[in-house]
């Protein structure tokens, strides 16, 4: 890889014909043209997030004298350039330039750049950037960029993957899945977290369609011309689990829809009772996990693990064992109602608190409260032979 270090260039110089597309989220064009700032393997323009703290600050450090940082290009053509590191920084500049937003003067007043002194204007313009041109093999700049990314601000997982599979594939991908604009994104924040922009809706729909197996799915498909499987994959579940549960809870968001739908998608559910159900659940004070409460009911109600239901505090057992032996000491029997009943030697033998455990009389899933009057302490044995609870 060759590399040239520049220190001509200017704010003004790369901010000539500055484009900024509200619709991508990204920052298009610079050097009057010749510059593509955010190519496709890049992520979408994040610094105007949290208040727009970072393009201030940028703009802030420029006025102050304070550089800025090493950018980097990637000579691409005879004339053609691409931002491979700065894309951030010069969207800011360019988005500054253009009044797409302002700084905070020295007396709090807000201030866009064509408002701002004559003076200010200038040294902004004229501030020169240090600037490293470099040409090489594609896969030896995307190595590179891969590296530096590591080093820098991190890229997040999917950033990176878009990064190293770069093509038409990604292109279109991320035009289904990481546009905010697209109006099913709405509809499909029910179901999946994170932001669009990040491309974490690209990499949930991927996640799926691959069973986990992203990198491998991106290589193998990364020339396609056209994302049919991928889309068609991803509503399937969307649709599917929209079916299956017709209210929309927020713990709905994040669950491992794919792997649910590979699971359960050939079962018939009835939308009507599932719906009763999931009320019934939510309505239940002793579930602690109400993100277990789908794959629980797809399962047919039986894996009461996934619900972590709620169970007896040490109080009430305590209470409920002081009450048991009480009575079973007058009566001469057993503390464990069913060793009580027994033929053996523990017909009569009064367990200590800790040779106990909590039941629940009426079974949690047959509607039993995890409450003082619906519990009774047996002897460990018992207790774990009553199972299923
Ligand atoms: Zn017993």
Not at 169 to 174: A, E, N, Q, W, Y
Not at 208 to 217: A, H, L, P, Q
Not at 222 to 238: A, C, G, H, P
Request: net charge neutral; with cysteine; aromatic share 10%.
């Amino acid at each position: 890889m060759k590399t040239i270090l520049k220190t001509d260039i200017t704010v003004k110089d790369i901010c000539e014909g500055f484009v900024y597309n509200e619709l991508e989220g990204k920052g298009l064009f610079g050097l009057s043209g010749k510059l593509t700032i955010q190519p496709e393997y890049q992520r979408n323009y994040i610094y105007a997030s949290d208040g727009g703290k970072r393009e201030i600050a940028v703009i802030e450090s420029i006025l102050k004298g304070y550089p800025i940082g090493l950018i980097y290009f990637n000579v691409v053509s005879e004339s053609g350039l691409e931002v491979l590191d700065g894309q951030q920084r010069i969207t800011s500049l360019g988005r500054f330039l253009t009044d797409k937003f302002a700084i905070k003067d020295e007396n709090g007043m807000e201030q866009y750049f064509s408002g701002l002194a004559k003076d200010k204007q200038s040294k902004i313009l004229k501030t020169t950037l240090t600037i490293y041109e470099c040409k090489g093999e594609e896969s030896e700049i995307k190595e590179w960029f891969r590296t530096i990314n590591i080093a820098g601000v991190p890229l997040n997982n999917q950033e990176l993957l878009n990064a190293v599979y770069s093509g038409p594939f990604v292109t279109l991908g991320k035009e289904e899945f990481s546009n905010s604009q697209n109006a099913n994104i709405q509809k499909w924040s029910a179901y999946v977290s994170g932001s669009a922009n990040r491309q974490e809706f690209l990499e949930c729909a991927l996640d799926w369609v691959s069973k986990c197996n992203i990198g491998d799915y991106m290589s193998s498909h990364r020339n396609d011309k056209n994302i049919t499987e991928l889309k068609t994959y991803f509503n399937s579940v969307i649709d599917w689990v929209s079916n299956v549960f017709t209210d929309i809870e927020s713990e709905m968001k994040g669950i491992e829809w794919g792997r649910l739908y590979e699971q359960y998608h050939k079962k018939a559910y009835d939308p009507v009772k599932v719906s009763a159900e999931v009320k019934k659940l939510y309505g239940d004070p002793y579930i602690k996990n109400r993100k277990g409460i789908f794959e629980y009911i797809l399962g047919g109600s039986v894996n009461t693990k996934l619900l972590e239901v709620r169970i007896f505090d040490e109080a009430i057992k305590k209470a409920v064992y002081v009450t048991q032996t009480t009575k079973a000491e007058k009566k001469g029997k057993s503390n464990c109602s069913h060793c009580a009943i027994g033929h053996d030697a523990n017909k009569s033998k009064i367990w200590k608190l800790d040779e106990m455990d909590a039941d629940h009389v009426a079974a949690w899933s047959k509607g039993g409260a995890t409450s003082i009057k619906n519990c009774e302490m047996l002897c460990k044995t018992h207790n774990r032979a009553k199972g299923n609870r």
